[in-house]
């Protein structure tokens, strides 16, 4: 049986073995077959396989989500469009949080503001507006 060694996959991807196994266990990379030795061995196409996640992550992407691009891919009838679409809708999400922790930045710098950083903690404004009801003193 000729293939890869998980090892060599994850060294050829760039992870660690740790990673494999848990994409394995995720569903995202599938259980390969063993030698009679009992050696996992990878296909070829598991090292590109492990990078696409790798990359598709550092997009934000949520492993379910990649396991949704992974059956697309894998599925003759999927159109580019489809692909596009949940790329689209990542990218609605990242805008959404990122206009969230704007919110939450502008908040935290009018606390900051307020606080002159001297006299006691009981008496610090920032800690006053978090225990009011509105977060407002």
Not at 53 to 58: A, D, F, G
Not at 62 to 88: F, G, H, N, Q, Y
């Given at each position: 049986?000729?293939g890869?060694k998980v090892?060599?996959?994850?060294?050829?991807?760039?992870?660690?073995?740790?990673?494999?196994?848990y994409?394995?266990r995720r569903?995202?990379?599938?259980?390969?077959?063993?030698?009679?030795?009992?050696?996992?061995?990878?296909?070829?196409?598991?090292?590109?396989?492990v990078?696409?996640?790798?990359r598709?992550?550092?997009?934000g992407?949520?492993?379910?989500?990649?396991?949704?691009?992974?059956?697309?891919?894998?599925?003759p009838?999927?159109?580019?469009?489809?692909?596009?679409r949940?790329?689209?809708?990542?990218?609605?999400?990242?805008?959404?949080?990122?206009?969230t922790?704007?919110?939450?930045?502008?908040?935290?710098?009018?606390?900051?503001?307020?606080?002159?950083?001297?006299?006691?903690a009981?008496?610090?404004?920032?800690?006053?507006a978090?225990?009011?009801?509105?977060?407002?003193r």
């Amino acid at each position: 049986m000729i293939g890869l060694k998980v090892g060599e996959v994850a060294k050829q991807a760039g992870v660690n073995l740790q990673t494999i196994h848990y994409y394995e266990r995720r569903g995202l990379l599938p259980t390969p077959p063993r030698t009679d030795s009992n050696y996992r061995v990878y296909p070829g196409d598991a090292v590109l396989r492990v990078r696409f996640i790798k990359r598709t992550q550092e997009l934000g992407f949520t492993l379910k989500e990649i396991k949704e691009l992974l059956s697309l891919r894998a599925s003759p009838r999927t159109r580019c469009v489809d692909v596009r679409r949940r790329a689209e809708a990542k990218r609605n999400d990242i805008d959404d949080r990122v206009r969230t922790l704007h919110a939450i930045r502008k908040a935290l710098t009018k606390l900051i503001d307020e606080c002159s950083g001297t006299g006691p903690a009981t008496q610090c404004p920032i800690l006053e507006a978090l225990d009011s009801e509105d977060g407002e003193r």
